[in-house]
């Protein structure tokens, strides 16, 4: 219950001020600080400086192909984006680059032997694996800093500022009204405090030749700019050869696509399309009609991941769920709810003990954040558990495999009474996590209308998202119990 909705107040929050800053425990420090309001309309999307190089003829003149119809334009609300000045085939190839355009972090210390260069190595080993964004964005930041980097014309198109959650007002963060989304955004404003410190220590003493970023100052905002910078818009390519494995780089101009779970365009990389100049392309994967915007399919996200990562939120988003705590004493209170007498989540029999282990809820290592929502509705190892412990008897379990039990399509394999009571205990669930957020969907949906910053309207749209990802549960789970009785009285009546 811990994980759920916790109105815990955090310790570590983005205050609203004139500028963004960054507060701990009310010592106001600022340090996330931008000059400009944060805003995500396109008309005000401002790129790093006023009238940057021209994106599309520096990819030419470096040898990759941009398609002579594709276009960089205004993709309201979405900021920039690439669109279609005629009609294009499915299949044909939209943007190519060659191996030296992609912005990446060479690990090989052979790549790159110079000394500031081996200062940035360091400095990138104090990064969590987890916060991989903040690596490469020490790469970016020291390109942003170098006087003629080649990839200035790049750099300068990226945005002045980002949606991401690190920089919303102290309120808008705590209007996220989520714990699990709270909390990762706390840490990250930690990690980005804590890491400033680290970086002046560790270049405090260096010389010039010799310094990372070129003498230049770098401090929790501008660590937060680079980090976001890599975040919403670094792609993972997978190498087959050369024991590459999973490389994350920057992707000029193929990340001015926006995203859609519905794309018209693909990435391709240089092995599958066989033409060794080009590292990777971004190909029509349908016929993209005249003004159509190109988009790329970002990956099956949760909103929690697309606000924290990229800033937005995708309405109805069929990735988006909500993570629970598995905890005995609060589902036993949800099934005594639903009319259950003498739940046993509490205090499992051993032989339930042991199915909770093969589940991974109980044990040492055990994994106790479960999910409702997305394409399982019923993240399998919460159904096999519920299942397994309303269940009467262990005879009829120890008939059922794993795999059985975790399937929300296999139809009652416990029988018809432990089904219902599963659900109608979930449907409680539902109701008590629903009942964590302080206000309603109408509520939020009325404060919407009353015109708000961009950070609140985010923080709003995010929490009515999330509470219609349980409304949605609670139906379709409904709507099964309803089924189940029909045939359970069609069953008790013959
Ligand atoms: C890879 S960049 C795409 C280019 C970007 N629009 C720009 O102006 O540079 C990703 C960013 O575009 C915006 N974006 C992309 N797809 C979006 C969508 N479906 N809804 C809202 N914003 C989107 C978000 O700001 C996101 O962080």
Redesign the pocket.
Known sequence: MSNLMSSTTSKIMLMAKRDYCLTINSTTTRVLTFHRRLT?S?AA?P?LVPNPPDLVKWVRREGGFVHPSVRIAE?D??????VASEEIPKGSELIALPEHIPLRFPLLESDNADESYSNLVNLARHVPEELWAMRLGLKLLQERAKAGSFWWPYIS???QT???PIFFPGDDIKNLQYAPLLYQVNKRCRFLLDFEKEVRREVEDVKLEAHPFGGKDVDASSLGWAM?AV???AFCLRFQNGNHGDVRMMLPL???????FNPNAEIVQEQRSKDPKMLVKVVAGMNIKEHDHL??N?GCLSNDL?LL??????QSNPYDCIELKYDGGLFDAASMAAGVSNPSFSSPAPWQRHILSKLNLEGEQALLKVTLGGPEVVEGRLLAALRALLASDAETVQKCDLDTLKSLDVEAPLGLATEIAAFRTLVALCVIALNHFPTKIMEDESLLKQGVSTSTELALQFRIQKKSVIIDVMRDLTKRVKLLSSNESIVSQS
Not at 77 to 82: A, E, H, T, V, W
């Open positions: 995500c396109a999307t790129r993709s609300p979405y900021g920039l984006g690439l198109n990226l945005p980002f949606t991401i976001s975040s919403s818009r193929i990340d001015m696509c926006n995203h859609s988009t790329l970002y697309l990562d990229y800033g937005f939120v995708v």
